[in-house]
């Protein structure tokens, strides 16, 4: 049930539905994202419109899509209008006003999509252009409502929500945040040269001590033995008729023991992660940003190895720790990398314990690298 952030032009999206930020009286403004949709229809949508008249803040309502063929319906959701010049106590009722009509703008487009039947939507960051409401803050809610969504989801349904902006337009993350990443990952590369012209000189390959709180730990670490080859046939299906809401059933293995000591593969040290942390399979995939049937396929295909994306999405999902993320990653094929910004920039939250992918996501998005989880058309 995953989430994800595109470039591109929102009337080329092949989706169920696509989404439009307009106003009450539903009349097209401006030269964004309505505008391009209104071009794109044709003008039998402004007539639809007209015959329904108006729509209050914070609600949807939906037509057909005309012109685009590529999708089967518009939503027509109408944001909060940010207010400007305002103060004090009277600053703070308008901000949480306009913030409680974002959420309920976010809220009836999933419920209205639901009802509908799409298994796919796109929208661009409602209220985030003409009316000028903070477009990390518009981020924040589309991405919190949209996880509350997906979780509401009954075991046989999903939907693949897509955030779309247009051009070299940016999440606008918090600037204090992308500092500090960018911080980590370049002292990171100071400690790793050091390290390495200490290893030159002294002809030792033991770590440096540095102090510092995001130090990673050191020290022995054991690793699992190579896997055997007859490990890939062994029958390790979880029955794909369980709830999703179920926990995942106790294999042979005793989950108090080591995870190194686990003779998995990626796939199945996921599940006996999910068992040892008592995590169901919904909260799993929602956390970690991965449908349903992706999953199945790391599992039931073993030969088609993952993408680094996928499994560090999933070591946010199960909320792993550097050196237990580490495994992850060789249990795949994979290791993190002190040379490669998304590897260090994952590093830095995992380090940090911040684990919303969706924050990791809009760091990577702002930095122009590949995004955690289902990768995105």
């Known amino acids: 049930m995953p989430l994800t952030?595109?470039?591109?032009?929102i009337t080329k999206m092949e989706v169920?539905?696509?989404?439009?930020?307009t106003n009450e009286q539903l009349k097209v403004g401006g030269y964004g994202v309505d505008a391009s949709i209104h071009y794109a229809a044709g003008p039998e949508l402004a007539d639809a419109l007209r015959k329904i008249g108006y729509c209050p803040t914070g609600s949807c309502v939906a037509t057909d899509s005309f012109g685009i063929s590529n999708c089967r319906f518009i939503i027509h959701a109408v944001g909060p209008i940010h207010q400007e010049g305002l103060s004090g106590q009277d600053a703070f009722q308008a901000r949480n006003t306009e913030y409680q009509q974002l959420k309920n703008c976010y809220r009836a487009i999933?419920?209205?999509?639901?009802?509908?039947?799409?298994?796919?939507?796109?929208l661009p960051l409602i209220s985030a252009g003409a009316n000028q409401v903070d477009k990390y803050n518009a981020y924040s809610f589309a991405t919190s409502e949209a996880r509350a969504f997906l979780r509401s989801l009954d075991d046989d349904e999903e939907m693949m929500i897509y955030l779309v902006l247009y051009g070299s337009e940016t999440l606008g993350i918090s600037r204090m945040l992308n500092d500090e990443v960018r911080q980590y990952i370049s002292e990171a590369d100071v400690k790793e040269h050091r390290q390495k012209m200490q290893s030159v000189?002294?002809?030792?390959s033991a770590p440096i001590n540095y102090s510092t709180s995001l130090q990673r730990p050191t020290g022995p670490r054991r690793r699992p033995e190579p896997r055997s080859p007859l490990k890939e046939e062994r029958e390790y299906?979880?029955?794909?008729?369980?709830?999703?809401?179920?926990?995942?059933?106790?294999?042979s293995i005793a989950p108090s023991s080591s995870y190194e000591d686990q003779d998995l593969s990626f796939a199945e040290m996921c599940e006996w992660w999910c068992r040892e942390k008592k995590i169901s399979k919904h909260t799993?995939?929602?956390?970690?940003?991965?449908?349903?049937?992706?999953?199945w396929n790391l599992k039931n295909k073993p030969e088609q190895a993952p993408?680094?994306?996928?499994?560090?999405?999933?070591?946010?999902?199960?909320?792993?720790?550097?050196?237990?993320?580490?495994?992850?990653?060789?249990?795949?094929?994979?290791?993190?990398?002190?040379?490669?910004?998304?590897?260090?920039?994952?590093?830095?939250?995992?380090?940090?314990?911040?684990?919303?992918?969706?924050?990791?996501?809009?760091?990577?998005?702002?930095?122009?690298?590949?995004?955690?989880?289902?990768?995105a058309k």
Do not use: M, W
């Open 307 to 375: 993408r680094k994306t996928t499994v560090l999405a999933c070591a946010i999902g199960l909320k792993l720790d550097i050196d237990q993320t580490e495994d992850l990653l060789k249990r795949a094929g994979l290791v993190l990398s002190p040379y490669y910004a998304l590897d260090k920039t994952v590093e830095y939250f995992i380090i940090k314990k911040r684990y919303n992918i969706d924050e990791i996501n809009a760091v990577l998005y702002d930095n122009d690298l590949l995004l955690l989880g289902s990768s």
């Open 110 to 122: 999933f419920a209205l999509a639901k009802e509908k039947g799409c298994e796919s939507i796109a």
């Open 284 to 295: 799993f995939y929602t956390r970690s940003n991965i449908s349903r049937a992706a999953f």
């Open 237 to 251: 299906a979880v029955s794909s008729s369980l709830p999703l809401s179920a926990p995942l059933p106790c294999a």
């Open 16 to 21: 169920d539905a696509i989404v439009n930020s």
């Open 5 to 9: 952030i595109v470039r591109n032009d």
């Open 201 to 204: 000189y002294d002809g030792s």
